[in-house]
């Protein structure tokens, strides 16, 4: 794998780390309106995006597996760190969003 193509995946996780992330958030603001089933779908839509990071990111790990050396650049840290925060975050979410639609019902 060369390095435009690094960038080009690294570009993807950002991508959609970052859909994964905006979407958690507003599933948050969604359960603290009351909208839990619109909350729901936005913790779903998060989930899709975030399969589809972890698929770019498979590509690397697969790469790096099959013999592939590459040099670590700073944007492919920062795609990784994207992700991380957006897989935390919506774990977050959707206790979040479970424990106000908890409180609400009760």
């Not at 948050?28 to 936005?42: L, P, R, V």
């Not at 589809?52 to 795609?79: M, N, R």
Request: without cysteine; proline residues 0%.
């Amino acid at each position: 794998m060369n390095r435009e193509e690094i960038y080009d995946i690294s570009f993807q996780l950002i991508l959609h780390s970052g859909n994964a992330r905006s979407l958690s958030m507003e599933a948050i603001y969604e359960s603290k309106n009351g909208n839990f089933k619109t909350a729901s779908e936005k913790l779903l839509e998060a989930g899709t995006e975030l399969n589809l990071a972890h698929k770019f990111q498979t590509q690397l790990i697969q790469s790096e597996a099959g013999g592939d050396k590459y040099d670590i650049s700073i944007i492919l840290v920062h795609a990784q760190d994207h992700l991380m925060t957006a897989m935390t975050l919506k774990d977050l979410a959707v206790e979040l969003v479970e424990i106000r639609e908890e409180i609400k019902t009760r």
